[in-house]
């Protein structure tokens, strides 16, 4: 079902969990957005960025395969997209620089859809307001 508060967005995913990266993309494409990635790796979502893709919000997992994603946090932060982190990780894992980032535990994919969107369109709400 399209979602007014997504459709048409480009959102950013990098998550390294196959079958959490295949849902929500499956998700967000259908509330109506347009799903860059996801990317397993931190080198790949900078190579697509290096591109000049268009990016309108970001879903981060913090760690991907023992590397972290802070570097690519600092880049989008600087061009200012709002990110939000989506982690099994307790927010003491995150660095008080990006303490204001919205953390979307990886246990929301667990339940229904349905709260993961909600999830999503909240904190989307907050970062861009």
Not at 28 to 39: C, D, H, M, N, W
């Amino acid at each position: 079902m399209i979602d007014p508060a997504l459709s048409g967005l480009d959102i950013l995913v990098v998550e390294d969990e196959y079958l959490l990266a295949d849902d929500l993309r499956a998700m967000l494409s259908q509330a109506g957005a347009r799903v860059a990635g996801p990317f397993a790796a931190v080198a790949h979502a900078a190579e697509w960025l290096d591109r000049g893709a268009a990016v309108d919000f970001a879903l981060l997992d913090i760690n991907l395969g023992g590397s972290l994603i802070f570097d690519l946090v600092a880049r989008l932060r600087a061009a200012t997209v709002p990110i939000a982190f989506l982690t099994g990780y307790s927010h003491s894992a995150i660095p008080d620089i990006y303490a204001d980032i919205p953390v979307l535990d990886k246990a929301v994919l667990l339940g229904t859809p349905d709260r993961l969107m909600a999830r999503i369109v909240e904190e989307l709400g907050r970062v861009v307001a």
